[in-house]
């Protein structure tokens, strides 16, 4: 079956995958119809104002209009049949861009005979090559109308679907309200969504292409899918096609990072790399800012997952983002580790709640526990009650008892000590129960100076002994020479706690702290915790490039060897961009660094970020590979 944008063409077939290249793009017909929707789906008129999010396209004098969907004040979704340069392609070539053709959007006018809503320029289009899915860019950003919140997971088969659209119905060619229909999924295969209507009324038609499929979760309406192809039985006119309420979506819920970056939404990021899944090959995560959500006045972070495929870290997924309550990403500090002990790593973050009324700080512990396919909703397991200056902590997970379960560790700046005139340092130790965290217990404060603000850390099992060990990388400042001198320090992880420290490392030549960024892992493979440095070496003399370095110190179990430079940027690398973790992302026993890079802002006014993994190859790194690049993957 295909529609022509002007004409109704029926072909039937008695096989499935006839509704390949079935167009649901409108045509808008008569010249009293004019500024009139092509249709809408077979089922009865949306409640007023409900669905507000749907909106309606129409593009210049070409006789289209379809449906859309409303995923960011300034951003719709879309079937790319909408803007098809050839409709006889499926799902059409779009030229990425401004629209070929000038194109109106009304937003949130669910009655076409009000003047309600909002009327906005569709000024730049972003197609994905991969699927029947264009994003819109409108001229300006739609107030006070919420977009519609995404689904993160698909529908499981036999789930009820609704579906909106502005399109052809069973009684009306060009209806003058936004109309909805129910489907129950048949399948999910790839991109495409597969449901059939829930009765001979509800069916997907003409006019429909690109408006929104959603699934309920826990009470809210979530965007799963846009419409794409159906068999149309119902719909008006097309008696030819029977009684057949077929349709096939195109998915969202599986590229929500994509649709999120094309947005702009994140503006930094944070990684943290593990085994999140429990399949032996670690995986990357990301904690994103969505910065200040003007339509709820929250504050919004999300969670971005990269699964490790054995050769490389995936495109991303978004599988968690906060909306009920408001998050501030810069009042978060991420460190990841197995909290429960069940094979899967986990996420905590430390929180920053502010001040009481009295003037005391207060912070808060929370974890993201892996389901395996995801992360749970976040759960406080830890809120001071005495001051506790979340500004003056910096946090680091690992197994410090060896009892299978990560603890947390928190080394503390108490500034500068009263009575001894010292700068003064604690460590604390919150003890993993399984389901949560014992209350925390000082185990160390520092007895000679040691400046909290001179610190970088890094946890790992450094001797080999099955305990996670706390690695410091320490500022000593400047010789009168005016050589930069830095050391490493361990914090040895022991049955009852964390032992003193002891320098087990101090540089001999130069080494700037300041330009240093430590990442830990097992790069060798031996069974004893490594220490990477990515160093930022400046401008090259010259290349006249942004130069950068990684250094690896090898663990000898009872200290480190001397650090080796295992690669240096051939191309442009500026260090101030590049975020490094570790994981063993291939499975294959040697830990690798990842590095998520930020590559600014780009004429588009748009921020685009790389994954990069640097392979361990026992004695090395093999040259950083990019798996990741938004928002083109």
């Not at 072909?11 to 009139?36: D, Y």
């Not at 309200?177 to 997907?204: K, P, Q």
């Not at 003409?206 to 039985?233: F, I, K």
Request: glycine share 14%; net charge negative.
């Amino acid at each position: 079956m295909f529609l022509d944008p002007g004409i109704v063409h029926v072909r039937i077939t008695t096989r499935p995958t006839a509704l390949t290249g079935a167009v649901l793009v409108g045509a808008l017909v008569a010249a009293s119809l004019a500024g009139v929707p092509a249709a809408a789906t077979t089922g009865g008129p949306a409640a007023k104002d409900s669905l507000s999010f749907t909106a309606r396209l129409v593009l210049g004098d070409t006789q289209r209009a379809c449906s859309a969907v409303l995923v960011a004040p300034q951003w719709l979704a879309t079937s790319a049949q909408c803007f098809a340069d050839d409709l006889a392609q499926s799902p059409g070539h779009v030229t990425a861009g401004k629209p070929r053709w000038k194109t109106t959007a009304t937003i949130g006018r669910t009655d076409l005979t009000t003047t309600t809503g909002q009327v906005r320029e569709v000024v730049e289009l972003v197609p994905r090559t991969d699927r029947d899915l264009v994003m819109a860019r409108l001229d300006t950003p739609t107030t006070g109308i919420t977009p519609v919140p995404p689904a993160l997971t698909p529908p499981a088969p036999g789930e009820r679907l609704t579906t909106a659209g502005y399109g052809r119905t069973r009684e009306e060619w060009a209806p003058l309200a936004l109309h909805t229909a129910s489907g129950v999924t048949t399948s999910v295969d790839g991109a495409d969504l597969v449901t059939e209507g829930a009765s001979a009324s509800d069916a997907v038609c003409a006019g429909d292409a690109g408006g929104p499929v959603l699934r309920e979760v826990d009470g809210t309406l979530r965007l799963v899918a846009v419409n794409s192809r159906s068999w149309q039985g119902g719909c008006y006119g097309m008696d030819e096609a029977g009684t057949r309420t077929g349709a096939v979506s195109t998915r969202l819920d599986d590229i929500t990072a994509w649709v999120q970056q094309v947005a702009s939404l994140p503006q930094q990021g944070l990684p943290v790399g593990g085994d999140f899944d429990g399949d032996g090959k670690d995986d990357a995560a990301v904690l994103y800012d969505y910065g200040l959500d003007g339509s709820t006045g929250k504050r919004r972070v999300a969670l971005w997952l990269h699964s490790g495929d054995g050769g490389r870290l995936s495109a991303p997924r978004v599988v968690w983002q906060s909306e009920e309550s408001s998050w501030t990403w810069s009042h978060v500090k991420l460190v990841p580790g197995d909290f429960d002990g069940d094979g899967k790593d986990d996420i905590g973050v430390l929180y920053d709640n502010g001040r009481n009324a009295d003037g005391t700080y207060k912070s808060a512990l929370w974890t993201f526990t892996s389901t395996g396919e995801g992360f749970a909703e976040p759960q406080r397991v830890w809120q001071s009650t005495g001051s506790w200056n979340w500004a003056a902590s910096l946090p680091v997970a690992g197994d410090f008892d060896g009892d299978g379960k990560a603890d947390v560790g928190v080394l503390y700046d108490y500034g500068k000590n009263a009575t001894t005139g010292l700068q003064e340092t604690g460590l604390w130790d919150f003890r993993s129960t399984g389901s949560g965290f014992a209350a925390p217990k000082k185990v160390w404060t520092s007895a000679t100076s040691w400046t909290w603000s001179h610190i970088k850390t890094a946890a790992g099992d450094f001797d080999g002994d099955g305990k996670d060990d706390i690695g410091v990388l320490y500022d000593n400042g400047k010789d009168a020479d005016g050589a930069f001198r830095t050391a490493w320090w361990t914090f040895a992880g022991t049955r009852d706690g964390l032992a003193a420290p002891q320098r087990v490392w101090q540089s001999t030549s130069s080494w700037n702290w300041a330009l240093s960024r430590p990442v830990a892992g097992d790069f060798d493979g031996d069974g004893k915790t490594d220490v990477g440095v990515l160093y930022d070496n400046g401008k090259n003399a010259t290349s006249g490039l942004a130069e950068t370095a990684l250094w690896t110190f090898a663990s000898t179990g009872s200290g480190f060897a001397a650090p080796k430079k295992v690669w240096t940027s051939a191309t442009s690398w500026t260090w101030s961009r590049a975020l490094p973790f570790g994981g063993d992302f291939d499975g294959d026993g040697k830990d690798d660094v990842g590095a998520l890079y930020d590559n600014g802002l780009g004429t588009d006014g748009r921020r685009t970020y790389g994954l990069w993994r640097f392979t361990s190859t026992g004695t090395g790194v093999s040259a950083p590979v990019r798996d990741w690049f938004s928002p083109l993957s």
